[in-house]
Each structure stands twice: as C-alpha cells, then as structure tokens.
C-alpha cells in the first residue's frame, strides 16, 4: 500500500488510535518528498540551513549540495534546539460537523482534523530533537504541558489529544484570553502553532498574537476551517446555528452565500496581512485539504526563520 493515501483525511478517519494516525501522516508525508522537488528536504531541516553571504565557505556540506543542489551549512547545536508549542482549539465550533455526519461521510470535525495535524507536528519535531510543549483551551486554558524533547512526554501530549472533548462555551474574548495566559507562562522564545478557527473576535484575538509576538515567539496559525464552511455549499431554505451560543438563524443560502464568502475572504486577508507585519505566518487549511500542503507550509515556513 502507498504510504502516501495516508495523508487523505478521509483514509485518516479510519484509524482509531491518534498515535497511528500522527506515523501514518508523517510516515507517508516523507515517503512523498521522496523524488519530489523537495527531496532531501526532511535532511535539511532537521539538521541544516541555507547558506548565507558571509558564511564561511569551510562549512558548506558538499554530501546535501550533491542531493539537492543547493548550499546549506551544518547547523550548531544552538542553532537546532527549538521549543514549540501546539495549542489547540477546543471550543464546541470545532467539533463542527458532529461526530454523526463526519461517521456517515467518512470524514474528519475541525477539531479532529485539528489534533491530527498537531499530533503529527509533534511527531515530527520530537524526531529533530525539539522540544514540544501543548495547550487546549476554549474559554480558557484547560491543559497546559511544558515543552520537553523526550519521546515519552509526546505521548503524554498524544494522550492528551486523544482524550479532547469540545466544551460548549463561548470562545469569542476566550481565544484572547487564552494566548495571553499562554504568553505570560512560557518565558522562553519559541515557536507557537496555533490550530483554530477563530470563531472569536479578532481585534482581541490579534491583540493577544502582539503579546506572543511581543514575547519574542514565532508564531504559525493555522485557520482550521470545514469544507462547507470555506465553499458554502448550501441549497434551499436552512437553519444554522451557533454551537457556542445556541443562536439560531433561517436563511435561504443562496441569498447570502456571496455576502459570505465575501466576508470570510475579507477576515482571512486581515489575519494574512496583519501576521506577515509581525513577521509571523497565517496557513488557512480545510477538512477535505491533503495534510501533505499543511505539512510543507509549515516546514517551509518553518526554515524561513533560520
């Protein structure tokens, strides 16, 4: 079996144990850099960065320029050792759609979608000698583990993953309030990957991103949406409603869906625009999306800071 169907989030919904779900995507993410342009790829990211003017030219490793073709250099110590943070999203929006619908259509809820991809995040970076640390929250933070670079403390983190239920309360000041408690508790510069879908609202959610940036952190965010909710799919007259509210709404779809999407587009451009003045990375996935294109991003993003 090609390792590489494994990436599908319809295949990955299949398996039950998230550890096996974490190698599966992982496993088969790097059997697909294999003869891809980006092979060799996994070598220099763990262990190298790329060249440049001013480096002494001793320390370029010839074994990587004969793979690749290009020029990186070996890497210190100081330079590989990183702290990251996964921290997910675990309001009730994120169980969207309900474990009913995702069973019967054979696919993933954003929060599952979600632990799966930082699930593999972890993996990866506890492979490179990383330390990883993890946070859930809603309206607050319900867990909070250091970062450590032992294989057994990414099994605590996957166990924790594992075990992650939505709670129906409202996140739209809890997102903020979150990443600013997250802030002023990890005193080390690191990376911060945020997997949400930031059903919140913005002004205070960007606020708390300075704080983190402020801090001296990297940050990736991940805008995990649903399929539906990124195309509108919608026909004839529909009730919606707001999982952290109750709110209810009957709307014929066709009727809003360009005022919509208008509007998610308008919300995923500030998010873009006002990251990348902080220097700072904005990756908007979707539950049908391959977990290949999230994985590249994030390594891609990820090397970019080195």
Request: aromatic share 10%; hydrophobic share 40%; net charge neutral.
């Amino acid at each position: 079996m090609n390792a590489t169907r494994y990436l599908r989030p319809e295949v990955i919904a299949q398996v039950s144990r998230l550890d096996l779900r974490a190698r599966f995507i992982v496993e088969g993410f790097l059997t697909g850099l294999h003869g891809s342009p980006f092979q060799g790829f996994s070598v220099e990211f763990s262990e190298h960065r790329k060249y440049e003017q001013g480096d002494d030219l001793r320390l370029i490793d010839w074994a990587v320029f004969a793979k690749t073709d290009r020029f990186f250099i070996k890497k210190y110590d100081a330079e590989t050792n990183l702290e990251g943070y996964l921290l997910v999203d675990t309001s009730s929006s994120m169980a969207y759609p309900g474990a009913k619908e995702a069973a019967r259509e054979g696919r993933l809820s954003k929060l599952d979608y979600s632990i799966c991809l930082a699930a593999a995040l972890g993996y990866m970076m506890v492979n490179q000698q990383d330390a990883v640390g993890f946070a859930r929250f809603d309206n607050r933070v319900r867990s909070f583990l250091p970062a450590r670079s032992r294989r057994s403390h990414l099994l605590r983190i996957i166990s924790e993953l594992a075990g992650v239920k939505p709670v129906a309360d409202r996140t739209d000041k809890g997102l903020a309030t979150a990443l600013h408690d997250i802030a002023r508790r990890v005193r080390r510069k690191g990376l911060m990957i945020l997997l949400s879908d930031l059903l919140a609202d913005a002004d205070e959610t960007l606020d708390a991103l300075h704080h983190l940036r402020f801090r001296g952190h990297d940050i990736i965010l991940f805008h995990v949406l649903d399929w539906t909710e990124t195309h509108f799919p919608f026909t004839g007259m529909r009730t919606f409603e707001d999982p952290e509210t109750g709110q209810k709404l009957t709307v014929q779809p066709e009727a809003v869906r360009t005022a919509y999407l208008e509007a998610l587009r308008e919300l995923s451009d500030r998010y873009r625009r006002e990251l990348a003045a902080m220097r700072s990375d904005f990756v908007q996935v979707d539950t049908s999306m391959s977990f290949d294109r999230a994985l590249i991003q994030f390594l891609v993003d990820r090397q970019r800071r080195f």
